[in-house]
């Protein structure tokens, strides 16, 4: 779920598999690139991931729970996975609207993100609200959280 690989780049991540329905970008690097798409089953992987980075993913997918639930799978057992989601319920009013920037279609409560979180077998802590991370080339609007989400590992 690398997109163009602006993160990457900023914090100079030089080898990383990239999963995205676009498929390979202009990145230098040593950089694996997979076309797939999110929201069916992800493809196999020979290997369990140390860190997994979701960026402005999710509430984009009908269906993000699936998703996430594949990504407890593929990651280590230490491993942690960071995602930035908007912490507000979805305007139905705005929905339809010809707008690129207003195509979420889940959006969930900060209490929701959580718990939803929770359900899937993580143990999620707020990173940071508002912007992504500090001193990077990301910036997010108000609404904006990111969470840094560890696997329970006993259920």
Not at 3 to 19: E, M, P, R, T, V
Not at 37 to 66: G, Q, V
Not at 106 to 111: G, L, Q, S
Not at 130 to 140: E, G, H, P, V
């Amino acid at each position: 779920m690398g997109g163009s690989g602006g993160f990457l780049k900023y914090h100079n991540i030089q080898d990383a598999d990239i999963l995205d329905i676009g498929g390979k970008e202009s990145l230098k690097g040593n950089y694996n690139f997979i076309k797939a798409d999110i929201t069916k089953k992800l493809p196999n992987f020979d290997k369990k991931f140390k860190t997994i980075f979701i960026m402005e993913t999710l509430e984009h997918i009908k269906n993000p729970l699936y998703l996430m639930a594949q990504v407890y799978d593929l990651l280590e057992d230490e491993g942690i996975c960071y995602i930035s989601i908007p912490y507000t319920k979805l305007d139905y009013a705005r929905k339809n609207q010809k707008n690129i920037y207003n195509c979420h279609v889940c959006r969930w409560t900060e209490k929701e993100i959580l718990n939803q979180m929770r359900k899937v077998g993580f143990i999620p802590q707020i990173v940071q609200k508002k912007r992504r991370f500090k001193n990077t080339a990301f910036w997010l609007p108000p609404c904006w959280l990111v969470l840094e989400l560890r696997k329970r590992l006993s259920h």
